[in-house]
């Protein structure tokens, strides 16, 4: 069976910094492109960032950029999401989601596998 298991969320307060990460198992995880969506509290999910299997490109939301890297370990079949610099605004139920031939942009319509989530929280 297809698992993704994220791990890593917490509380933080604004300015700093977590590390999330998400072991996958049941798949090829070096062949398929993987992401991490956000949703927010009353809001529609959002794709956050994915490293796709071809090269080393990667993709951001604007919102994001700079302060969030995205990055895999095949090896260890693991996703991991480094988030600095947070803010109020990146409070949200983060996912990490599997998909193949993912477009770019992508979209979160375009990942077939999901974890759980893991809770982010930015508050003072």
Known sequence: ???LVESGGGLVQPGGSLRLSCAASGFSF??????????APGKEREVVAVIYIWGPRTYYADSVKG???ISRDNAKNTLYLQ???????????YYCAAGRWVPYPPAPAHF????????????S
């Open 1 to 3: 069976d297809v698992q």
């Open 67 to 69: 302060r969030f890297t």
């Open 83 to 93: 988030m600095n610099s947070l803010t109020p605004e990146d409070t949200g139920v």
């Open 112 to 123: 077939e596998y999901w974890g759980q989530g893991t809770q982010v929280t930015v508050s």
């Open 30 to 39: 070096s062949s398929v492109d993987m992401s991490w969506v956000r949703q």
